[in-house]
């Protein structure tokens, strides 16, 4: 090390230029990196959705759900396979372990689910996949929205033509990746078959079906070579008009007398029938959401769509507004704007710490290598991809007070060497090698305790990983620039003088000394007295309480609404329609957009939408920006509101940080069988919702659905010449409609759909009178004489958990109640309660992530204790001086718990990632000590002298390198909001307290050890 040391300080020039460079790179990073709002992660759910138009729910989960279960079931590492089978349609989450080949396993089940097709059903719809990423939330999502008091109906065909011309516009700008529609409809030609007409002509519903497909065959008549020129052959034209469907010939009377379309039918273009809407403000809306090319700036699109609205907006005809729903763009401005002030303020304060504690000369020194430090930190995660988000930024402010500490104990030690006469540039050399081995250790350790983090797993780990790369990355660069920059510049510019710090060390150090002093004198007590601190904090933990992750204190929430399982789109707008009235009469909110049938488009990394479901709904809100109310205020109110809303859930929710978590407590019932459950999740539910602590209660199963049921007489039908599969078909068509074939309309072309016309809803009588044609007979059948139609109940859904039939009871906290004090209120009240044979039993939820998390930091932090304990052995070449620097672990808990008091913060992981943090934090001090002990133990002095000795030399460094490290964290303490804070007050807290018990506490320690150690040797 004096070789390259010495080669430094000889040639200042070339250290110059390669620091230069580097902070050069640095520079162009910090330029050229994306930005984002949170890490960049591949999410490990998929969601599969497939459609069986017109099937119960027990027959969606036999034929359908079951099927691709057991295909699905075949690919590794799954976590959670969880479905649910609804009239119509099946939907399966898949969720796998943390840390596997999230996109190669996708791709293994779209090959399963694939391969699993042709077990299905042939009219079940192509199984789609949504395989979520955590990146894949809208830059904006915008609305075209129709003028007040539109009938939607009326203008959904106008609002489509309008929304694909913005889509389009849209999506001809750069850094555009795609741009989704949502909430907009085609129009079709829909042949609406009035079914008494059609039983007075007996005429069968599948002969309008056959008549309009064989009169638009769509089939190309090949071509003819004559006289050496090819000739195209046209057998039949192609519906080019509504009124071209309407005299299809569909039959001829027994008089001779075509009966045609139009008698039997209503033919009209018309929009097709909904599955999902939009609205904004209530008005009938286009949600368009662009998403941003991977390789792209957020805030640069952001910012160019932002500038486009009015020329998108100006050809809109009158009435018609272009309206920005939400902008994440805006919000990672606001956020990385946020962090970057909190570094400059970190940075200014860290500086203005050090030019008091070493003048204006020693300023220098640290003022260079920090900013320098960061720089190359920045180049290195340009170098690995990485990009500026909300967690690589926090980890950049966090990290400040620690890299200015190597040069703060280089330069205090090149003083120190200046102050015993040596030449500024021998003070530099000599300075920096006595020390260079313990700010080794000292970087090392908090390297290596740190880097366990980076191998969390699970889906906080993957949250929170950049922290750890950017810590060691910077920490890194400071050691670079602390061994070869500082003592350059210490010897060039600083000198010894007269500074505060001095003065205050002058006045504090015989203070300082008779506290040693009393404390060597008695050391069982002094070592008593921590411990019984100790376990004082580490008890009154238990009254903090605990929060996993706390709320993302955004101006927005949003608000879940279920209809029951059989309610179509209207009665889901109808109960949304409820909802928005509320919110018209709130002043603070700005406005709102809402989803029906299915979820808003993503405007949130950790909130996935209902991908589609008539019976669900989602509204988007936004407060004012002068809003007197806070969105967890409004919230609570709407919940107050709405929770005992009749027959419909409405959910208003705040939006979290960090990853899913879903209710804060949920309680399984498992079975193979159905009537046990549903029993016991009746009585579960009837036990917990009437608890102080219970907002709301629901679960996943609901009530019965009713349902019209065709019972066939297979005596009579099998006379008839008719099977159960002849008539199945002919309801399912008059019931569910289909597409017949197609009309070409100028450059458009639209489905021609053909489905039954009921007179009233619910009256489903003229199913009775609906015709069959017998494949035996040669005659048409009404199916009154082979069936009856009778109204019944079916089961709404039908839930699956691991492949096994679950009702899962979701339970929601009030306000001020923790989801640990919830949990213990729901286990408390199920006491007693009998579980049906059969049946299991489980709890999970917010307790069940956070128990996840927490139990993987406990491995990572034993991992990083024993690897700060090896480095350690190696420096100090002995197993007990490494316990006397180790005790400063236990001794930041207890300033860490503190903070949490002061901050009035529960006990939450990144506060527990704190203390983990201080791991590698807490220890440096207690190295350079010991370090300077040893020094002192080489030169001959007595063990007392020794660690009186280290501990005054020790001091002022200690203190400084305390102090800057306090005030490097401190704008992330204060101003971090609710996700950083609490880290923050534990750091700082946990430092300082550490950092004072450690001056005292390691020499006595020390001591101590040192003694059984020569009393050992003595007796051997």
Same mark, same amino acid.
């Given at each position: 090390?004096?070789?390259?040391?010495?080669?430094?300080?000889?040639?200042?020039?070339?250290?110059?230029?390669?620091?230069?460079?580097?902070?050069?790179?640095?520079?162009?990073?910090?330029?050229?990196?994306?930005?984002?709002?949170?890490?960049?992660?591949?999410?490990?759910?998929?969601?599969?959705?497939?459609?069986?138009?017109?099937?119960?729910?027990?027959?969606?989960?036999?034929?359908?759900?079951?099927?691709?279960?057991?295909?699905?079931?075949?690919?590794?590492?799954?976590?959670?396979?969880?479905?649910?089978?609804?009239?119509?349609?099946?939907?399966?989450?898949?969720?796998?372990?943390?840390?596997?080949?999230?996109?190669?396993?996708?791709?293994?089940?779209?090959?399963?689910?694939?391969?699993?097709?042709?077990?299905?059903?042939?009219?079940?719809?192509?199984?789609?996949?949504?395989?979520?990423?955590?990146?894949?939330?809208?830059?904006?999502?915008?609305?075209?929205?129709?003028?007040?008091?539109?009938?939607?109906?009326?203008?959904?065909?106008?609002?489509?033509?309008?929304?694909?011309?913005?889509?389009?516009?849209?999506?001809?700008?750069?850094?555009?990746?795609?741009?989704?529609?949502?909430?907009?409809?085609?129009?079709?030609?829909?042949?609406?078959?009035?079914?008494?007409?059609?039983?007075?002509?007996?005429?069968?519903?599948?002969?309008?079906?056959?008549?309009?497909?064989?009169?638009?065959?769509?089939?190309?008549?090949?071509?003819?070579?004559?006289?050496?020129?090819?000739?195209?052959?046209?057998?039949?034209?192609? #519906? !080019?008009?509504?009124?071209? /469907?309407?005299? +299809? %010939?569909?039959?001829?009377? *027994?008089? =001779?007398?075509? $009966?045609? @379309?139009?008698?039997?039918?209503?033919?009209?273009?018309?929009?097709?029938?909904?599955?999902?809407?939009?609205?904004?403000?209530?008005?009938?809306?286009?949600?368009?959401?662009?998403?941003?090319?991977?390789?792209?700036?957020?805030?640069?699109?952001?910012?160019?769509?932002?500038?486009?609205?009015?020329?998108?907006?100006?050809?809109?005809?009158?009435?018609?507004?272009?309206?920005?729903?939400?902008?994440?763009?805006?919000?990672?401005?606001?956020?990385?704007?946020?962090?970057?002030?909190?570094? #400059? !303020?970190?940075?200014?304060? /860290?500086?203005? +710490? %050090?030019?008091?504690?070493? *003048?204006? =000369?020693?300023? $220098?020194? @640290?003022?260079?290598?920090?900013?320098?430090?960061?720089?190359?930190?920045?180049?290195?995660?340009?170098?690995?991809?990485?990009?500026?988000?909300?967690?690589?930024?926090?980890?950049?402010?966090?990290?400040?007070?620690?890299?200015?500490?190597?040069?703060?104990?280089?330069?205090?030690?090149?003083?120190?060497?200046?102050?015993?006469?040596?030449?500024?540039?021998?003070?530099?050399?000599?300075?920096?090698?006595?020390?260079?081995?313990?700010?080794?250790?000292?970087?090392?350790?908090?390297?290596?305790?740190?880097?366990?983090?980076?191998?969390?797993?699970?889906?906080?780990?993957?949250?929170?990983?950049?922290?750890?790369?950017? @810590?060691?990355?910077?920490?890194?660069?400071?050691?670079?620039?602390?061994?070869?920059?500082?003592?350059?510049?210490?010897?060039?510019?600083?000198?010894?003088?007269?500074?505060?710090?001095?003065?205050?060390?002058?006045?504090?150090?015989?203070?300082?000394?008779?506290?040693?002093?009393?404390?060597?004198?008695?050391?069982?007590?002094?070592?008593?007295?921590?411990?019984?601190?100790?376990?004082?904090?580490?008890?009154?933990?238990?009254?903090?309480?605990?929060?996993?992750?706390?709320?993302?204190?955004?101006?927005?929430?949003?608000?879940?609404?279920?209809?029951?399982?059989?309610?179509?789109?209207?009665?889901?707008?109808?109960? @949304?329609?409820?909802?928005?009235?509320?919110?018209?009469?709130?002043?603070?909110?700005?406005?709102?957009?809402?989803?029906?049938?299915?979820?808003?488009?993503?405007?949130?990394?950790?909130?996935?939408?209902?991908?589609?479901?008539?019976?669900?709904?989602?509204?988007?809100?936004?407060?004012?920006?002068?809003?007197?109310?806070?969105?967890?205020?409004?919230?609570?109110?709407?919940?107050?509101?709405?929770?005992?809303?009749?027959?419909?859930?409405?959910?208003?929710?705040?939006?979290?940080?960090?990853?899913?978590?879903?209710?804060?407590?949920?309680?399984?019932?498992?079975?193979?069988?159905?009537?046990?459950?549903?029993?016991?999740?009746?009585?579960?539910?009837?036990?917990?919702?009437?608890?102080?602590?219970?907002?709301?209660?629901?679960?996943?199963?609901?009530?019965?659905?009713?349902?019209?049921?065709?019972?066939?007489?297979?005596?009579?039908?099998?006379?008839?010449?008719?099977?159960?599969?002849?008539?199945?078909?002919?309801?399912?068509?008059?019931?569910?409609?289909?597409?017949?074939?197609?009309?070409?309309?100028?450059?458009?072309?639209?489905?021609?759909?053909?489905?039954?016309?009921?007179?009233?809803?619910?009256?489903?009588?003229?199913?009775?009178?609906?015709?069959?044609?017998?494949?035996?007979?040669?005659?048409?059948?009404?199916?009154?004489?082979?069936?009856?139609?009778?109204?019944?109940?079916?089961?709404?859904?039908?839930?699956?958990?691991?492949?096994?039939?679950?009702?899962?009871?979701?339970?929601?906290?009030?306000?001020?109640?923790?989801?640990?004090?919830?949990?213990?209120?729901?286990?408390?009240?199920?006491?007693?309660?009998?579980?049906?044979?059969?049946?299991?039993?489980?709890?999970?939820?917010?307790?069940?992530?956070?128990?996840?998390?927490?139990?993987?930091?406990?491995?990572?932090?034993?991992?990083?204790?024993?690897?700060?304990?090896?480095?350690?052995?190696?420096?100090?070449?002995?197993?007990?001086?490494?316990?006397?620097?180790?005790?400063?672990?236990?001794?930041?808990?207890?300033?860490?718990?503190?903070?949490?008091?002061?901050?009035?913060?529960?006990?939450?992981?990144?506060?527990?990632?704190?203390?983990?943090?201080?791991?590698?934090?807490?220890?440096?001090?207690?190295?350079?000590?010991?370090?300077?002990?040893?020094?002192?133990?080489?030169?001959?002095?007595?063990?007392?002298?020794?660690?009186?000795?280290?501990?005054?030399?020790?001091?002022?460094?200690?203190?400084?390198?305390?102090?800057?490290?306090?005030?490097?964290?401190?704008?992330?303490?204060?101003?971090?909001?609710?996700?950083?804070?609490?880290?923050?007050?534990?750091?700082?807290?946990?430092?300082?307290?550490?950092?004072?018990?450690?001056?005292?506490?390691?020499?006595?320690?020390?001591?101590?050890?040192?003694?059984?150690?020569?009393?050992?040797?003595?007796?051997?």
């Amino acid at each position: 090390m004096r070789t390259i040391l010495t080669a430094a300080m000889n040639n200042p020039s070339v250290v110059f230029v390669f620091f230069a460079a580097l902070a050069i790179f640095g520079v162009a990073s910090f330029i050229t990196m994306p930005r984002l709002e949170d890490p960049e992660i591949n999410p490990p759910f998929a969601t599969v959705v497939t459609a069986l138009p017109g099937a119960s729910a027990e027959m969606v989960e036999r034929l359908v759900t079951e099927p691709l279960e057991e295909a699905i079931s075949e690919l590794e590492d799954i976590k959670d396979l969880v479905s649910v089978s609804k009239t119509g349609y099946s939907k399966i989450d898949i969720e796998l372990h943390a840390g596997v080949d999230v996109l190669e396993h996708w791709r293994t089940m779209r090959r399963l689910i694939r391969d699993a097709q042709d077990q299905l059903p042939d009219d079940a719809i192509q199984s789609k996949i949504f395989a979520e990423n955590i990146l894949d939330v809208g830059v904006m999502t915008l609305a075209v929205v129709a003028p007040t008091g539109s009938d939607p109906d009326g203008v959904i065909t106008v609002l489509d033509g309008l929304a694909h011309a913005t889509e389009q516009a849209i999506g001809k700008m750069p850094g555009v990746g795609r741009v989704e529609l949502q909430g907009n409809l085609k129009e079709e030609v829909a042949v609406e078959v009035d079914l008494k007409k059609l039983a007075l002509r007996r005429v069968p519903f599948t002969r309008v079906l056959g008549a309009l497909r064989a009169a638009n065959p769509r089939l190309p008549g090949g071509d003819v070579a004559v006289a050496g020129t090819n000739y195209a052959v046209r057998t039949a034209r192609t #519906f !080019e008009s509504v009124d071209q /469907v309407a005299q +299809v %010939t569909v039959d001829v009377a *027994g008089t =001779g007398t075509p $009966v045609r @379309v139009s008698d039997v039918a209503t033919v009209k273009r018309a929009p097709a029938q909904a599955r999902d809407r939009a609205r904004y403000l209530q008005r009938p809306a286009v949600l368009i959401t662009p998403y941003m090319q991977s390789d792209w700036s957020i805030t640069r699109l952001g910012a160019d769509l932002r500038e486009a609205v009015p020329s998108l907006a100006a050809p809109l005809p009158e009435g018609f507004e272009l309206k920005i729903v939400s902008d994440q763009s805006q919000r990672v401005n606001k956020r990385i704007g946020h962090f970057m002030l909190n570094l #400059f !303020e970190g940075l200014v304060l /860290v500086i203005g +710490v %050090t030019a008091l504690a070493l *003048g204006l =000369g020693g300023m $220098v020194p @640290v003022a260079i290598s920090l900013p320098l430090a960061m720089l190359m930190g920045l180049g290195g995660m340009n170098a690995l991809g990485l990009a500026l988000h909300q967690v690589s930024i926090s980890s950049l402010v966090i990290v400040i007070g620690m890299l200015v500490d190597n040069s703060i104990v280089i330069t205090e030690n090149v003083e120190r060497h200046m102050r015993l006469g040596a030449s500024p540039k021998q003070a530099a050399i000599d300075g920096a090698l006595e020390v260079w081995g313990s700010v080794l250790t000292s970087t090392l350790t908090t390297v290596v305790a740190f880097t366990p983090l980076a191998f969390m797993s699970d889906n906080t780990g993957d949250f929170i990983r950049t922290l750890p790369i950017v @810590v060691c990355l910077t920490l890194g660069s400071s050691y670079l620039a602390a061994m070869l920059l500082t003592p350059i510049v210490a010897a060039r510019l600083y000198r010894p003088r007269e500074t505060i710090i001095t003065r205050l060390e002058r006045r504090v150090l015989p203070h300082f000394d008779r506290l040693l002093d009393r404390a060597l004198a008695r050391p069982l007590i002094t070592l008593a007295l921590s411990g019984l601190l100790l376990a004082g904090a580490l008890s009154s933990m238990n009254l903090l309480g605990v929060r996993f992750f706390p709320k993302a204190e955004l101006s927005q929430f949003h608000v879940l609404v279920t209809a029951p399982a059989e309610a179509n789109i209207a009665v889901t707008e109808e109960t @949304v329609r409820m909802v928005e009235q509320v919110l018209d009469e709130i002043p603070d909110v700005s406005h709102y957009a809402s989803a029906l049938g299915r979820g808003m488009p993503r405007f949130y990394y950790n909130v996935f939408p209902v991908r589609s479901d008539e019976a669900h709904g989602q509204i988007l809100v936004t407060l004012k920006d002068d809003a007197q109310l806070t969105a967890a205020e409004v919230v609570e109110m709407l919940n107050r509101r709405f929770s005992n809303a009749p027959g419909v859930r409405i959910e208003p929710l705040e939006i979290e940080q960090g990853p899913p978590v879903g209710a804060p407590v949920v309680v399984r019932l498992q079975s193979k069988e159905l009537a046990p459950i549903r029993r016991a999740a009746q009585e579960v539910i009837a036990r917990i919702e009437g608890l102080p602590e219970v907002e709301r209660v629901y679960d996943d199963f609901g009530l019965d659905v009713p349902r019209i049921a065709v019972e066939v007489d297979r005596a009579q039908a099998s006379r008839a010449g008719l099977n159960e599969a002849d008539i199945a078909t002919a309801v399912r068509l008059a019931v569910a409609g289909i597409e017949a074939t197609t009309l070409r309309d100028a450059d458009e072309e639209l489905s021609v759909v053909v489905r039954g016309r009921f007179e009233q809803e619910k009256d489903f009588s003229g199913l009775e009178n609906l015709f069959v044609d017998s494949s035996v007979t040669q005659e048409a059948v009404p199916i009154r004489q082979v069936a009856t139609v009778v109204p019944d109940f079916t089961l709404g859904a039908i839930p699956h958990r691991d492949q096994e039939r679950t009702i899962t009871v979701r339970v929601w906290n009030r306000s001020k109640i923790s989801a640990d004090e919830l949990e213990v209120a729901v286990q408390r009240a199920l006491e007693g309660f009998g579980v049906p044979q059969g049946v299991e039993l489980s709890f999970g939820g917010e307790t069940e992530h956070r128990s996840r998390s927490f139990e993987s930091l406990g491995r990572l932090a034993i991992i990083a204790i024993f690897a700060v304990l090896v480095i350690l052995v190696f420096q100090f070449r002995s197993l007990i001086k490494p316990f006397a620097i180790l005790v400063a672990l236990p001794l930041s808990a207890i300033g860490g718990i503190l903070g949490l008091w002061v901050l009035g913060a529960p006990l939450g992981f990144m506060a527990i990632l704190g203390l983990v943090a201080l791991i590698g934090v807490v220890v440096n001090d207690s190295i350079v000590l010991v370090e300077f002990v040893e020094i002192c133990r080489r030169q001959e002095m007595p063990v007392d002298k020794a660690v009186r000795q280290g501990a005054r030399i020790r001091l002022r460094p200690i203190a400084m390198t305390t102090v800057t490290t306090v005030f490097g964290i401190l704008p992330l303490a204060l101003f971090g909001g609710s996700l950083w804070r609490p880290m923050g007050a534990v750091i700082i807290f946990g430092l300082i307290t550490s950092s004072l018990l450690t001056l005292i506490i390691v020499p006595v320690l020390y001591r101590q050890l040192d003694r059984l150690a020569s009393l050992f040797k003595r007796s051997s």
